[in-house]
Each structure stands twice: as C-alpha cells, then as structure tokens.
C-alpha cells in the first residue's frame, strides 16, 4: 500500500513520512502547520531521506493486520464495486 505512494518532506527534517499513518509530523502537515513537499517514496529515499521512526512503527503495525485479516480488502473491494454501479447507473 504505501511502496511507491507518495510521501511528506519536511523543508528541515531527514526523515520522510507516510501521508495515512498516525505520525505526528504528518497530522501538524495535514493541519497545515507545518510545511512539506510530496515525493515519491523512491525519490526520497534518493536523496538521502529515511523513514520517520513514528511511520516506521506505524507501517510495521498495519502490515501485521493485514497479515491476520483480509476484511478491510472485502470493504476496499465492496466500495469499488458500489462505485462502478453508480457509473453505470448515471
Ligand atoms: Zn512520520
């Protein structure tokens, strides 16, 4: 989900963050209290960014839920397909 998304620079951090995790520095940018650029993931990464150790811990808690359940993918699946019939219907 998040490889190659986009992610949060910080005009002074070394560290880049995931846009949907709970990380503090991505609320205050979110709020827009904070000011960053996106990037790709991978083009962070080329330039010397690693990842915030908040996102870190964060990503590491979703991939193991994601391991143990497959029912927010059947609700990502059942939101497409409610959105395709609307099309079709309009
Ligand atoms: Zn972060």
């Known amino acids: 989900m998040h490889k190659g998304e986009e992610v949060f620079i910080t005009k002074t951090g070394k560290f ?3 846009i ?20 790709k993931e991978e ?3 080329q330039q010397g960014y690693t990842l915030c150790k ?19 993918a059947i609700m990502f699946i059942g939101v497409c397909v409610g959105f395709v019939h609307y099309l079709v219907v309009v």
């Not at 949907?20 to 990037?39: E, N, Q, Y």
């Not at 908040?54 to 927010?72: I, Q, T």
């Open 54 to 72: 908040h996102c870190e811990k964060e990503y590491k808690a979703d991939l193991a839920d994601r391991k143990g359940c497959g029912s927010a």
């Open 16 to 18: 880049y963050h995931y």
């Open 43 to 45: 083009e962070a990464l």
């Open 20 to 39: 949907d995790d709970d990380c503090p520095t991505t609320s205050r940018i979110l709020k827009g209290t904070t000011t960053a650029k996106t990037l």
